[in-house]
């Protein structure tokens, strides 16, 4: 899954695509390049990031969406109004980071289009998530957190094989936290359904470099914990840097499956 954020602020490619023309041939490129899906987002999440209202995420995504239109899409939102549009306009999957907490319209509009749905784990909300997140245990919490929120969507009428489930890596979560989470991953696909991990760019990999600042990581640290993720069991990778991540899936599947 290829990363296309038409954003001003996000994390590591905030304002590169927020003129629509960019951000199109920036997700023409991911496709090329192998992507099976791009994720177009009109709001950041990243920890600290304010929100905006649906209709400047509207006026963000829906120029992308239409000059898109028939490619393989999903919108990154938490809202009902956006992901409606969204899925008007042909996209497939809906990658909601508050896992249908956020908006209580949207699970009906998903069920409506019958759409795929990615469920995300935070902790907190975006403004104050990384003021120092607690866990008892951050992987059986986030297992039971994932498995809650996969039954409300199926009471909701979305179809079980169409929902996959993210860790969250990075959303109210140490770095330690986030490499247990990818460590244990067999924890999460013991769910049964596709897991998806967002590691790309995030700020962990670039503080095990030892920059305790850092706010993002290297494009080679990125691939590197992809492709872990991968072995553990992780389906579809959000990442941000398609090529160099497909050269290396590929290379990782050749040899798993030698
Ligand atoms: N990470 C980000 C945004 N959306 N969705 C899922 N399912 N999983 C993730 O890990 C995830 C996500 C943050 O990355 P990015 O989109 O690059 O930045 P920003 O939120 O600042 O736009």
């Known amino acids: 899954m290829g990363v296309v954020n038409v954003t001003p602020d996000s994390f590591s490619d905030g304002g590169v695509n927020l003129e629509a023309g960019h951000a199109v041939a920036s997700a023409r490129q991911q496709l090329d390049q192998g992507a099976a899906v791009v994720d177009i987002g009109g709001e950041s999440t990243r920890p600290g990031a304010d929100p905006v ?135 999460l696909t013991a769910l049964g359904r596709p897991i998806l991990v967002g590691i790309s760019r995030k700020s962990s990999l670039g503080k095990i470099m030892g920059n305790q600042d850092a706010k993002t990581g290297t494009t080679a640290a990125s691939v590197g914990a992809a492709v872990l993720a991968y072995e553990r069991g992780a389906s579809i990778l959000r990442v941000h840097d398609v090529r160099e991540h497909v050269e290396a899936l590929t290379a990782a599947r050749a040899v798993l499956n030698a």
């Open 53 to 187: 209202s649906a209709e400047e995420e509207l006026r963000r995504v829906v120029p992308v969406l239409e000059a898109l239109e028939g490619a393989p899409v999903s919108i990154d939102t938490s809202k009902s109004e956006v992901a409606a549009r969204a899925l008007e306009l042909g996209a497939e999957l809906v990658n909601d980071v508050t896992a249908l907490r956020g908006d209580r319209e949207l699970a009906g509009v998903v069920a409506e289009h019958d759409a795929y749905l990615c469920l995300m784990h935070m902790l907190g909300e975006p403004r104050t998530m990384q003021a120092d997140p607690r866990y008892d245990d951050v992987v059986s919490e986030v297992v039971r957190f994932l498995d809650e929120r996969l039954s409300f969507a199926v009471s909701q009428g979305i179809r079980e094989e169409s929902i996959c489930l993210d860790p969250g890596i990075g959303f109210g979560k140490t770095v330690e936290h986030n490499f247990e989470l990818l460590r244990r991953l067999g924890e």
